[in-house]
């Protein structure tokens, strides 16, 4: 039985609620190579808790995602990648830290990074299990994989439009 094209696209993703394997990338096929991309945009979705990686006119990549919880939402508008990024922090504030940050508002304080990590720096099983769920301080939480992707590969400058 044949597939279109709609129905590919959409049959790759887990509904939300469904377990993430939050180590590994979001998508079974390679990460977009940027050198061929342009116009490269990303839209953080609140609604659907997806961050999709938007180039040459269309959407050429999907990353399950999370956003802030109620109690501390992730701001929405659009903004810009900032120059600030690392490969790790902790905060003991809230005892927990993340992996391969990227800044796109107030120079460090709202990210996106991977799931949590504890303050030996190992991953938190019971938060990284809520990707694709509201879950975070406000920052946009990643699976390890799509965080150092985005760590590596995503220019400064570039916009983020988060609804």
């Not at 953080?44 to 959407?59: E, F």
Request: hydrophobic share 30%; net charge positive.
């Amino acid at each position: 039985m044949g597939h279109n094209a709609g129905s590919k696209t959409y049959a790759k993703y887990r509904a939300i609620g469904s377990t993430v394997n939050w180590h590994d990338p979001s998508e079974n096929q390679p990460y977009p190579n940027l050198k061929k991309v342009s116009k490269l945009w990303i839209y953080v979705s609140t609604k659907n808790q997806r961050v999709y990686l938007h180039g040459n006119g269309k959407v050429i990549y999907t990353m399950y995602c999370s956003t802030g919880r109620a109690s501390s939402p992730t701001p929405k508008g659009t903004f810009h990648i900032q120059a600030q990024r690392g490969k790790s922090f902790y905060n003991a504030t809230s005892h927990e830290g993340a992996n391969y940050w990227v800044s796109w508002l107030d120079h460090g304080v709202y990210l996106f990074h991977s799931v949590p990590v504890n303050k030996k720096g190992q991953y938190i099983p019971s938060e990284a299990e809520k990707l694709g769920t509201p879950a975070s301080h406000g920052c946009v939480r990643l699976t390890v994989a799509d965080a150092y992707w985005m760590y590596k590969n995503i220019p400064f400058g570039t916009k983020v439009v988060i609804k």
